[in-house]
């Protein structure tokens, strides 16, 4: 059967080094992908280089950039929730909870893909996953989908140990690579693909594995 997959990652760009290449796959395997991105990415300092953007307009392209990223790797169905960049962790967690439950409930998802709380270096990304998470620990355990986490804590490998999933993304590097070079306020991409051979080893050293940790609730 194939997965229904529901991603909820708080800014523009999350999705495309940590998981552009693993939702690839899903969805040549026949799977559905929703994107519950919590912010545009507004207050980021990138504009592009040459500029492409302003302060100003930085928010229309961010969403340009999120549904070309999104197009790149198979999918439509990104979801923009218009909570403001950098101010994640400071919302109610009754009302960032049921915006993120709703969703959940529409798409009933078999799989789910956040990131690790208390582990991911930027409090919106900590805020999105404990939210995450709070909306599944009120699930029924046998109904609760597994849910697979991005983490970056230098800790990370010391408390929760290796990641427990490791998928080979090495045959959608150009998904990956389309999906990087989508966000063009953000990223040079000449500077993280070398030479610009997408299957040199070198780029398969860097892009070519995706890592994530499994999720493990109290009951």
């Known amino acids: 059967m194939p997965e229904k997959i529901l991603v909820v990652l708080p800014h523009p760009d999350d999705e495309a080094f940590g998981l ?18 919590l912010t545009l990415g507004e207050m980021g300092r990138g504009l592009g280089n040459p500029l492409i953007a302003d302060r100003i307009s930085l928010p229309h392209y961010r969403k340009q950039e999120l549904i070309a990223s999104c ?18 962790e400071f919302e109610p967690k009754e009302f ?3 915006v993120i439950r709703e969703i959940y409930n529409d798409v009933q998802p078999t799989l789910v893909f956040t990131f690790f709380p208390g ?16 909306v599944l620990q009120s699930i029924p355990a046998n109904e609760r989908p597994p849910v697979w986490c991005l983490a970056f804590a230098h800790d990370m490998y010391d408390v929760n140990g290796e990641p427990d999933i490791t998928v080979d ?19 040079q991409i000449s500077e993280m693909f070398g ?10 050293l860097k892009f070519g594995k995706e890592n994530f940790w499994t999720y493990h609730f109290n009951n």
């Not at 552009?20 to 991105?37: M, N």
């Not at 197009?71 to 994640?88: P, S």
């Open 195 to 204: 030479n610009g051979d997408i299957n040199s080893p070198e780029v398969k």
């Open 119 to 134: 582990f991911s270096v930027h409090p919106d990304h900590d805020a999105t996953g404990a939210s995450v998470i709070r």
């Open 169 to 187: 993304v090495s045959s959608y590097l150009n998904q990956k690579k389309e999906s990087i070079v989508a966000h063009a306020t953000q990223f």
């Open 71 to 88: 197009k790149a790797i198979g999918f439509e169905d990104v979801r923009m929730l218009g909570f403001l960049d950098k101010t994640v």
């Open 20 to 37: 552009s290449g693993t939702l690839a796959k899903f969805i040549e395997e026949g799977a559905q992908v929703t994107y519950a991105c």
């Open 96 to 98: 960032i909870d049921s």
